[in-house]
């Protein structure tokens, strides 16, 4: 149990450390226009062994409806050859030897399974890291247009109150000019 804690421990600051590397290195990455996405099977297809690819299609193919189904004929040959009393029984009910193969089986395959299911978590765990670096270089870039957006509207409102003033200024001026003509009018009217 505590090796089991351990390791999480050392995968927990692992992973942290891959996402402080990632957001350090993303910044750079969008300067340069560089794409974050690839394939992520491609990737973890090019990181496996000979080993690692034939116990992945072992796997596949231990797991299908085929195998299965071809399975249980065998197995329905096997008890009906031996339980007919057309031919030489080679095992006999209880059938040892068929369960002599069974166990074979299941001791070699149970760790084949095992193996494409460590695998199978190992490329999980790349394609939860290339999702956060995808996500995180979405935000970096959503952050990046909110900011300019609020650069544009600050611009604008700049430019909308020197507009204003400026007009405020021309109404002025208007206002004064009426003022000054209403005065002499008035003025004129009284001489």
Known sequence: MSRMVASEGRYIRTWQERAARIKNELPDKIRRREPVSRNVEALHQERLSFGERLSDRLADAAGSWRFISGFAVVLGVW???????????????PYILLNLFLSMLAAVQAPVIMMSQNRQESRDRLRSEHDYEINLKAELEIQQLRDKLEQLADKQWQELLALQSEQIGLLNKQIELLRGGSSQASGAGGA
Do not use: P, R
């Not at 009393?85 to 006999?92: E, R, S």
């Open 79 to 93: 008890v009906t050859l031996n339980s007919v009393a057309l031919i030489h029984h080679w095992d006999k009910y």
